[in-house]
């Protein structure tokens, strides 16, 4: 296992974040995964003896059921709060009530305590806003942000499912009152899924922003269970959570490419496309799931598959992104700017 700096702080996360979506199954996450405290302790301990060091949930899976169960394994295990980075979100509805939801200073301030107490710990390592608040001023986020960095219960503060400009404008923000910026992204990103690379990862690279790609198989997608003439019911998770979006046709494509470069390595369609995001300079870390050991044991295994230049440049003209308005522009007019 390699580790990677979380931004300019310092921190070192493991190459593979361990993601615990699958645990709780309260509600419609039940369609994810239905793992109770013995299996998540099962598989949290397959990540630490692999050398992860870096755990992700969020307060609104299962509506805490996650955390609850994440923070009683490392109890369960021994594991000192000190050898582990723990990042989890605030955004979800968690109750009935109005003020139960959004990114409001009051919402955030409750929801913090609520997450340190299922967690059992008395702070957060990476503290995401786990999507965008319309109706919430960026300001009154950012410090709703600010106090709860300062109260010593969060230590670093990441955003999650936002465009280039919102986390730009929030930055600015902090960066004018002299708060707490945003260090780590937690964004989709697949070779199935690289809208992101039109103006998020530049944003990133820029801003020397850490970037942790979610659903890095598309939803189950690239987990090797589909293929174009191959297209299997029962229990996969598409079958009831048909979700993120992809482009299916465009990633029967994918696929297509990844199956002999897959066999050429001996390992699986899902390890090539997790390899590929591994491969890919603006991440850090990549967030991965699973419901059993065998299928963590996979994805783990992952990051000893090493891709040939020749390899990635295949995968790259068969996911690559249409060229959009003003991309197509920017290549037109900097080709003067080449030296010769």
């Known amino acids: 296992m390699k580790y990677k700096f979380l931004s300019n702080t310092g921190v070192l996360v493991s190459e593979l974040c361990f993601g615990t979506m699958t645990f709780g199954g309260d509600g419609y996450w039940g369609a994810i995964g239905k793992l109770q405290q013995e299996e998540g302790t099962g598989l949290v301990k397959t990540a630490l003896d692999s050398g992860i060091n870096f755990f992700d949930t969020a307060n609104v899976y299962s509506y805490g059921k996650s955390e609850e169960i994440l923070g009683q394994a490392f109890r369960d295990l021994g594991i000192r709060r000190s050898e582990v980075v723990i990042a989890t979100k605030v955004r979800g509805r968690m109750a009935p009530g109005p003020n139960q939801i959004g990114l409001s200073r009051l919402h955030i301030m409750d929801s913090v305590n609520e997450s340190l107490q299922r967690l059992g710990t008395d702070h957060i390592d990476l503290y995401y806003v786990h999507g965008v608040d319309a109706e919430t001023a960026l300001e009154e986020t950012m410090r709703g942000l600010e106090d709860i960095v300062r109260s010593g219960k969060v230590?670093?503060?990441?955003?999650?499912?936002?465009?280039?400009?919102?986390?730009?404008k929030a930055n600015g923000i902090a960066e004018r009152h002299g708060w707490s910026r945003f260090v780590a992204c937690q964004h989709y990103y697949t070779v199935a899924g690289r809208d992101i690379e039109r103006e998020l990862i530049p944003m990133m690279q820029d801003q020397n922003l850490a970037l942790m790609p979610w659903s890095p198989l598309a939803g189950?997608?690239?987990s090797g269970k589909y293929a174009r003439d191959n297209q299997p019911a029962g229990d996969n998770r598409r079958d009831n959570f048909d979700f993120p979006p992809i482009d299916k046709e465009k990633a029967y494509d994918i696929i297509d490419v990844i199956q002999p470069i897959a066999a050429a390595h001996g390992v699986s369609v899902a390890q090539v496309a997790l390899a590929w995001l591994l491969h890919q300079q603006s991440v850090t870390s990549v967030i991965i799931g699973a419901k059993k050991p065998d299928q963590l044991h996979e994805n783990i295994a992952a990051t000893n598959v090493v891709l040939t230049a020749e390899e990635l440049a295949k995968l790259n003209e068969v996911s690559a992104l249409k060229a959009e308005y003003p991309a197509w522009m920017f290549e037109r007019q900097g080709r003067d700017r080449i030296p010769g």
């Open 220 to 222: 189950g997608f690239l």
């Open 155 to 168: 230590r670093y503060l990441g955003v999650s499912n936002h465009s280039a400009w919102q986390i730009m």
